[in-house]
Nanobody
Framework: QVQVVESGGGLVQPGGSLRLSCTASGTAYTVYLMGWYRQAPGKQRELVASITSDGNINMNDSVKGRFTISRDGAKNTAYLRMDNLQPTDTAVYYC???????????WGQGAQVTVSL
């Protein structure tokens, strides 16, 4: 069973930057779909960005132009570079993986991102 481990996150001031990393393990194959969700207090979990092994990227409109998703296919690792962070970006960020048909929802422990003065 594929498992994911997130790293990165932390506390940053508005306008600052952070990078999250996610590594998927437990498979000898390239994971097709990797992405990031986030959940703010009192809100539903939402998709932030996703990337496939053949390079297709999907970004939430709220982060377009500020966040960048990339991956190292050989390592089944995905990265989320977050620039110009705003207080509304404060949330726990979760990595997720999937195949051509669906997300697997094999959530990791999450990475807390807090944007505050």
């Amino acid at each position: 069973q594929v498992q994911v481990v997130e790293s990165g996150g932390g506390l940053v001031q508005p306008g600052g930057s952070l990078r999250l990393s996610c590594t998927a393990s437990g498979t000898a194959y390239t994971v097709y779909l990797m992405g990031w969700y986030r959940q703010a207090p009192g809100k539903q979990r939402e998709l932030v960005a996703s990337i496939t092994s053949d390079g297709n990227i999907n970004m939430n409109d709220s982060v377009k132009g500020r966040f960048t998703i990339s991956r190292d296919g050989a390592k089944n690792t995905a990265y989320l570079r977050m620039d110009n962070l705003q207080p509304t970006d404060t949330a726990v960020y979760y990595c997720n993986t999937g195949d051509h048909l669906r997300w697997w929802d094999n959530w990791g422990q999450g990475a807390q991102v807090t944007v505050s003065l």
